[in-house]
C-alpha cells in the first residue's frame, strides 16, 4: 500500500500537467506602435488562451491613415505551422480585428504586409504550465485523497491491527506536503521570463521552470545606432533604414523588447524644430526602417528610446543625424512658452510651469481641449520630449511621462474639481485601458529636472481623437545659485511600505552624530526609477525632533520607489519607500 501510494505521488510531481489556471508565464496582450509607411498603427496582439488556438490580433490605425488591405500572418521560428490572415482599413480611425491561429509554444514573429514593405514583430507564446510548488501541492492533495480511500477499504476489510494506522498517517502526510509547498510557494522567486529577460525558446516557453537558471546575469552591453546614408530631399517622402547592433561584438542586436508599447522609439528633429516620434519597423535582426517626409532641408538630429532584453532601457543617439536636400516646405511653427496659450491642430492649448531652475525639479502642466477625452497613448496620457540646451548641440535628451491627472490639474486656472469627474487610476502604464478610451484629461502633467542652463525645445505630445497632438514649447531655465557644502544627514520614512494613492508620510532626518535636523523646511520628491516617473515637489513641515510631515505624495503604481529629500545646509538624500497594491 505505501509504495502504491509513492508511486501515485511521484507520478504526479513527474508529470508536466498543463494548469486550467493562469501560471507564471501564461503571457499578456502585447501592443506595438509600428509606424508602417504612411500610416501609424497600433498593433495589439491577444494573450493566447489555449495550444493550439487562435490568436487575435487588432489593429488600430490612427487619423490620417489611409484606407488599404494588409496581410497578416504568424510565423513559428522552429516547430509550427504558420497562418495567415487579411485585414481591410476602411480609412477611418479605429480598430480593425483579425485571427490567426498558433500551435505551439516559442518565439514566434507576426507579419504586416502592405504591399509595399514587411514589418517583423517578434513575440513568444507561452504555454501554461505549473511551478514546482504548485505541483507539491496537487500531488500532496491525490496522495491524501488515495490514503484516505485506503483507510475506508481497510477499515471494513479488518477492524483491528496496527497496521489500519498506515492509510490515516498517509493522508495526514499528504496533507502536509501539499500545506507546506502553498506556504512555501509565495516566497519562491519567479523564472526568468523567457522574451524579456533571456531568449526565449521552445522548451523554456513551454515550462520556464523546466531547466532555469539559476544565478545566471542576464545583462547586456549597450547597442549602437547607426543610420545608413541614403538621399534624402525636403517634401518628399523618404525611407530612413536604421541598424542596430551590439557595441561590444558588432553583430545586429535582435533582441529588442516591447518598451512603452513599441520596439522603438524614434525622435527626429528638423532643422525648423519640428519633431516626429515614430516608431520603425523591423525588417530584419537588428534592422529597422521608417518612412517619413521631411520639411525642411538641413542636418537632422535622431535619437531612439529602446529597452534590451537583459539591458534595460536606453537612450541612442545616431553620430551625425542625416542630412536633407531641397527647399525649406513648411514655415517654422512658433513654440509655446511655459506661460502661455495656443492653437495646436485646431485644438487650443494652455501651458504653465514656474521658471525652471538646473538641477531642480519642475512641474510643467498643460490643459489640452476644454473635455475629458484624451486617449491614452503607448500606455501613457502624455509623453514630454526634451532636447537641449541650444546651441550647445542638444547634449540632453529627456523623456518623461505623464503625471496622474489630479496632480495634473492643480494650479491650472479653471481645472479646480475636474479631477473627480474621471476615475484615474494613474499613468504608470499598467492600469490604463487601450485607446479606444477617451475619458482622461484635459489636464496633463509632468515633472521634470533640466540639468545644465540654457534654452531647451520641448514637445508635449498626447491622443485626442486618435490624433497625436504635439505642442512644442521653448523654456530658458537659470543657473543654480551656488550653494555652501551641506552636512551629511541620516533620513528614514514611516511608514517604510505603503499602499498605492496618495498617501501622508512622515520623514525624519538626524546628523552623523544622532542630533535631530534643525531645518526650517524640506523639499520632497517621490521618484518610481523603473517608470522614470518623479512626483513634483513637496514641501515638508517641521513636526519637531527632526521629524517632517509629508502631505499628499502621490504613489501611483506598485514598486521600488525613492523619495529625494532636500534640505538646507544638508547633503540631498535618497530615503527607499517599499509600495504595495
Partial sequence: MAGFLLAALVAVLGAAVPAHADGAMSGADVTVAQSLGDRELTVVLRRVASLPGPLHVDVLAHAGSPAGTLRLGALPSAAGAPSSASLTLPGTPGPVPAVLRVDSAGPWELTIDDGQR???????????????????????????????????????AARSGWWTALPGAGVVAGVAVAVTAALLSASQPLPPAPGEDLDATVVNAADPYAGMPRGAAFSRPPVTLTVQRQPVVAGAPATVRLRVTDAATGLPADDLVVHDG???????????????????????????????????????????????????????????????TGRTQDRKAEPLTVRSTGTIDGVGVQVAMADPVAGTPVTLRARIGDEADLQPWLGMLGHLIVAGPTPEGDPVWLHAHAMDDATAMHDMEGMDGMAAMVPM???LGATL?????????????FTVTFPL?????????????????????????????????????????????????????????????????????????????TMGHASPVITG??????????????????GGWQLRVTAPGSEPLTIPLTVTD
Fill in 453 to 529: 542652463p540654457g534654452r531647451y525645445r520641448i514637445w508635449l505630445q498626447a491622443e485626442k481623437d486618435y490624433r497625436i497632438i504635439t505642442v512644442p514649447i521653448t523654456a530658458d531655465v537659470r543657473p543654480a545659485p551656488e550653494a555652501a557644502p551641506g552636512l551629511p544627514q541620516i533620513g528614514r520614512v514611516t511608514p517604510e511600505r505603503a499602499r498605492t494613492g496618495t498617501r501622508d508620510v512622515t520623514v525624519t532626518l538626524t546628523g552623523r552624530d544622532g542630533r535631530p535636523a534643525t531645518a526650517p523646511q524640506i523639499q520632497v520628491q517621490a521618484v518610481l526609477p
Fill in 425 to 427: 487610476p494613474g499613468v
Fill in 118 to 156: 514587411l514589418a517583423r514583430i517578434p513575440f513568444v507564446v507561452h504555454a501554461q504550465s505549473m511551478s514546482p510548488a504548485e505541483r507539491w501541492v496537487y500531488g500532496g492533495f491525490v496522495a491524501a485523497g488515495l490514503s484516505l480511500a485506503a483507510a475506508l477499504v481497510v477499515a471494513l
Fill in 262 to 324: 513599441g520596439l522603438m522609439h524614434l525622435m527626429v528633429v528638423s532643422p525648423s524644430d519640428r519633431l516626429w516620434h515614430l516608431h520603425p519597423i523591423r525588417t530584419a535582426p537588428g534592422s529597422y526602417e521608417v518612412t517619413f517626409t521631411p520639411d525642411a532641408a538641413g542636418t537632422y538630429a535622431v535619437t531612439a528610446e529602446v529597452a534590451r532584453r537583459g539591458g534595460g532601457v536606453q537612450m541612442l543617439r545616431a553620430a551625425g543625424g542625416f542630412t536633407a
Fill in 541 to 558: 513641515i517641521p513636526r519637531g525632533r527632526g521629524r517632517y510631515a509629508v502631505p499628499g505624495v502621490p504613489l501611483m503604481a506598485a
Fill in 433 to 445: 485601458p487601450d485607446e479606444t478610451v477617451a475619458a482622461y484629461g484635459p489636464a496633463v502633467g
